[in-house]
């Protein structure tokens, strides 16, 4: 809902649970009032009165609306970071007119010929902010920095920052830590969102799992980004949020459209931040958010280049043995990819692994009852092949130089019309005459030779792609993958109907992992998966319950080499699909909670969406006989609703849940547990 006060020149705009308000000042400049709960309509003019009346006095050497204006610009007395300079000229845009269309709200500004829209719409629990820029004039407008939305956080005693950060194959770890006057910067310059950040950036000042305020910031690209946390020596800040920076040239009568922010409030603590963030992407972001995923097996670390149809055959009967829905084949079925340095580019199967083709083995899946599915990397070719023989111009390189290789391979330009065809050419009869259902779309490289503005155009080809291959194949599935974790955003989970994590499937590293992916992500999109032990990178030995367990609090799959399992570990792992079945609504749809426990135990609670069903998973590296476990406390319990425990048929209260816990029997090293139980 979005109030304007004209007299005033207010606006308030009201979501789930929060509210936003800024005001256009009498000499056109838009002034930011409000982010946090929800407000009354007559509050808004009280803020513009109360900011001004702060300003009388105020120290000389600030700028009298330091801190407060809605859009920084570079020009002026301004020194905060700012969203948009141009590279030879101050820019100070003012109002020029506003339009008001349900949840949506646009503010057109101007300095000179360049327009500036920002755009404004509310979507459930979150705002979502964009910037459009139009050059109206004869000459081009040339553009140093172009963030999407400055974003002020209220006054705090104290500032921390959470990221989900880590590298490859140990991505997306919470951090915390505390915001001194100056800078932090999160950011990638890969052309992809990486492995070293997710785009997204929560402040607070004290809050905790169930109490305080949050505000949280989230960029909505699958290219280079930029989130900038900003505290001033008087203890005010603002983040300043979008692509990464690039010099942009608007030529005479361009627009270009910034990718948008997402803004979400909590005044719950972390839990309720999770939520509003998962509640946010079932709404208005993933694509079936009502359709539970399937279990899933994929046969890299089985076969990895070593695909064979005989092979793939064998290891789907072995899969569907174990109640598996898709089976997805990896890397390695195309010809000339018998390692990771040919191949890419010539997607045509290889005769002497898939003599019957791609469909072939995909009937032969689809023969016992499950869906086929087919790894792809569509951005990057290997220099050996037809492809790059062909058309050496379609990579990125920069004049007179030879392209870099990342993993032997290098970046085909999606902002090149020809390759956009191209890709969508060979992708399409793929998946047609291929008779396949489900695609991994991995990117195994970052995007090199290129100026930074290239980006923006290679997302935006990128985009046009998955939208055309999607509209020619509506039932077509996707994941989304780069070297795991690399490419998990919200702009590209809205095209995808599940992501790769993390390369790392070690089940106790995983936790980590899938906690912190899970902070913002809906479980419904996070692929865990069930390998061998020792596993491949960390050569760990963990049990099997342990691994099913760590999957089974995301999108179960299974990846190991299972000619090689014993019956016994057969026979458990068919018993673990069938009661994933059982409760993967609850995890995939349900509240997720993070449960407090003692330093050598994890715990993670799903209540069901009716709340009907609990499902509590915990998880000990060691268990000590020196220390005595306390119960683990639930929540997201009713107090007064009675709960069975299915394995034990022991009742307990929700009060009793809450407030003393479960104390679920834990033994060993890589110890776990899950119970699972029924409201009465």
Known sequence: MIHRDEPAGTFLLTGDGFGYALAVEPDGSPRHLHWGAPLDPADPPRLLADADAARIGSNTWSRPRAHTEELVTAGGARFDECALALADAPLDPRFVESEVDGDRLALRLADGPLVVTLRYEVRGPALVRGLELHNTGDEPVTLTRASSATWSVPWQVGYHAT???????????????????????????????????????AVDDDAGEDHGELWSVAVAHGGSWRIVAELSGDGHLHLTAGAGDAVLRLSPGARLRLPDTIGVYSPTGRAGLTHRWHDYEREHVLRRPDEVRPVLYNSWEATFFAVGHDDQVALARRAHDLGVELFVVDDGWFTGRDDDRGGLGDWRADPAKLPGG????????????????????????????????????????????????????????????????????????????????YLKWDLNRSLTDAPGYASRCHEAGFRAVVDRLRAAHPDLWLETCASGGGRADL???????????????????????????????????????????????????????????AAMTGTLGIG?????????????????????????????????WRLRADPDRTAVCHVGQDGGQVVVLVFARTVRQSHLAPPIRLRGLDPDARYRDTTTDVTYTGTFLTHHGLRPVLAGDYASSLVVLTRE
């Open 163 to 201: 990221t989900l950060g880590g590298g490859y194959a140990a991505e997306t770890t919470v951090r915390r830590v505390p915001l001194g006057p100056g800078k932090l910067v999160c950011e990638s310059r890969r052309g992809i969102p990486g492995h070293a950040f997710q785009p997204w950036l």
């Open 358 to 437: 791609v469909a072939a083995l995909a009937d032969e899946v689809h023969a016992l009852g499950m869906r086929f599915g087919l790894w792809v990397e569509p951005e990057s070719v290997n220099p050996g092949t037809d492809l790059y023989r062909d058309h050496p111009d379609w990579v990125y390189r920069w004049p007179g130089r030879e392209p870099t290789a990342v993993r032997h391979s290098y970046g085909l330009d999606f902002a090149d019309p020809d390759v956009r065809e191209w890709a969508f050419g060979w992708l399409d009869a793929l998946v047609r005459d291929g008779h396949v259902d």
């Open 491 to 549: 702009a590209t989970l809205s095209r995808f109907e599940t992501a790769w994590p993390s390369d790392n499937t070690d089940a106790f590293e995983r936790l980590a992992i899938q906690d912190g992916y899970a902070f913002v992500h809906s479980p419904l999109t996070m692929s865990c998966w069930v390998t061998d032990s020792p596993g491949y990178l960390t050569r760990r030995t963990v049990p099997l319950a342990f691994r099913f367990h």
């Open 560 to 592: 190991g080499r299972l000619a090689d399992w014993p019956e016994a570990d057969l026979t458990a792992a068919r018993t673990f699909v069938a009661l994933y079945k059982q409760i993967r609504a609850t995890v995939q749809l349900g509240r997720r």
